[in-house]
Structures are given as C-alpha cells and as structure tokens.
C-alpha cells in the first residue's frame, strides 16, 4: 500500500499536472502547426516550384500490380514533416526566449524592503535603561 501513497503524492503533485497539460497543449499546436505548414506554407512554395504538392512527392520502389499497391519512398511527406518540426521547434524557442527574459527581469528587479526584526529582550531591556538614564538628566 506504501507504493499507492507514494504514486498519489507524486500524481497529484503540481509538476504532474502541468506536464500533462503541457502535452495535451503541445499535441494540439501540433496539429495546428500541420495544418498551418500543408494548408498555408507548402502550397505557395510548391506553386512556386512549378505546381508540386509536396505530399504527393515519392519514388516508386515497385509498381503496383493487381491487388498489392505499389511500394513508394514519400520523401514529400518526410519533407513536409521536416517543415512543420522547423516551426514547432521555432515557437517552442521564442516561447522559452520569452520566458527566460521575464525570469531575468525578475531577478534583476530589487527584492521588496523587509520589515525589520522585533527586538529581542535583550535590547528592550537596554532601551528602557538608556530612556531612564536620560530622565535622570
């Protein structure tokens, strides 16, 4: 049972949580950064290279014949992959780029005056000697 506590603790813990946010997160700009590449980025460069779509790009290895399809080499698609992982990867830097900057600001920023120590007895019990030895004066 002592390993079910264990793994509650650790599961519940503030870091488990905001890591599986981060991947739910991350899987969806994913997906957003794949659309963005095949659906805005790869058609104008493909229209530029003469009318390629790049997902369409391969090297047949074996043509098809009868019901077996043909064995393709999709270098498009690889090529394609390459440019969505270069944005993700891009983001993922400013993001971090950015982070990092708000951190240095705060470290550079002076830490809050705090407020003085109480005094300690020995010190209220020299105060009131000191504030009676003026009276005397």
């Known amino acids: 049972m002592k390993i079910m506590k264990e793994f509650k603790e650790f599961a519940v813990k503030g870091n488990v949580v905001d890591m599986a946010v981060g991947i739910i997160i991350g899987a969806a700009f994913g997906k957003i950064v794949a659309s963005f590449v095949a659906d805005v980025i790869m058609p104008p460069i493909g229209m530029l290279l003469g009318g390629v779509n790049f997902t369409e790009l391969a090297w047949v290895l074996k043509a098809a014949s009868g019901e077996a399809p043909a064995v393709t080499l999709a270098y498009g698609k690889f090529i394609q992959t390459i440019v969505d992982f270069t ?3 891009f983001a993922v ?10 951190k240095r600001k705060n470290e550079a920023a002076p830490p809050a005056p705090a407020a003085p120590p109480p005094p300690t007895k020995d010190q209220e019990l020299l105060s009131e000697i ?7 004066s």
């Open 130 to 136: 000191r504030d009676l030895l003026r009276n005397k």
């Open 87 to 89: 944005i993700v990867a």
């Open 93 to 102: 830097f400013m993001m971090i780029k950015g982070i990092n900057s708000l």
